[in-house]
Structure formats: structure tokens, C-alpha cells
């Protein structure tokens, strides 16, 4: 299939929730002290997207994909069952800003960043791309089919700037 033949398919991915598809996708999610991870198989050229707001589970029996620690390991896990192979992985981080002056929210922005760097390297996935940190949210647009992000930085985001385009409607 060519790439200007493929019918990509539209999501909104919210924090807390993981995407994958084997069909072209495009994702896009909103992050401020969230973090955003896209793990790309380039063999089979797919992918998918975790986004999640804290980084580790306290407990077993909280532990949802709201929690990074879950979040991208279940990823790397979905990925896995679907055929891939760690070493053809790539994963991009996005997220994990410090908006607030708060010092729990940098705590929280630090520590998003810090878990998905962590399990990357601890399954050996190879980081390709971040775009991480500072005082201004993302809105990161993902492509499964070609893996490519585009990532727009504001400092206020407001709901009706962001796909899908709503006009303050759900």
C-alpha cells in the first residue's frame, strides 16, 4: 500500500487510555503535566499511544493506565503480543510540563518523564524523540502509519482549540 493511498483513521486519546491499531491512525492527545508516549514497531510499520497523568500506581489494585508505570509497560506488552519485537521498537516522549507554579505539579511533570524514560531503558526500547519538559502544554498529533508526531506548544489550552474541533460541544 502506498502512503498517499491509506486511509488514516482519527482518534482522541484521553489521559488514562492506550491506543493501538494496526489499521493507519491518526492520535491526537492534550498534555500538560501528562506525558504521551508513541511506541512504533518499524518493521511492521504500526503503532500505538499511551497517555497517562501520574507516574506510578500505588497499588496493585489501582493500577490502570492512568498510572505511567502501567501505562507504558502495557504498551510494550500489548505491542509484543501482536508480534513485535523489542529491537524494532521506537518510542517517542511527549509532555511533562510544569504550567503551575506548583511544586507538586513540576514533582508530578518530572517524575511522568522519569518512569516512561525508565521502562524504555529497562526493556531496551530505543528512545528516537522527546519533546519534553518547560512551562507550556502540547497538543501532540501522532501518525501510526509513518510515525511522525507534530506537537503544538501553548501556553493556555483551551478545549475548543484542540481536534476533535467541537466549538465548546462534546
Known sequence: MKKEEVQLYEYYLKPGYI??????????AVAGSCVVVSLWDCVEEY?????????????????????????????IRMLTEEGSKIENMRAQIFGGAAAHDSKECSKVAREN?????????????????????GDVGRKVVYNTFSNEAIVFKAKTLRREDWYPYTNGRE
Open 19 to 28: 491506543f493501538l491499531n494496526r489499521e493507519p491512525s491518526v492520535i491526537s
Open 113 to 133: 518523564i522519569d518512569i516512561a524514560r525508565s521502562i524504555f531503558r529497562r526493556f531496551k526500547v530505543r528512545i528516537v524523540s522527546e519533546d519534553v519538559s
Open 47 to 75: 503503532g500505538g499511544v499511551a497517555h497517562y497523568q501520574y507516574p506510578v500506581a500505588d497499588s496493585n489494585k489501582g493500577a490502570t493506565p492512568r498510572y505511567g508505570n502501567v501505562a507504558v509497560t502495557c504498551l
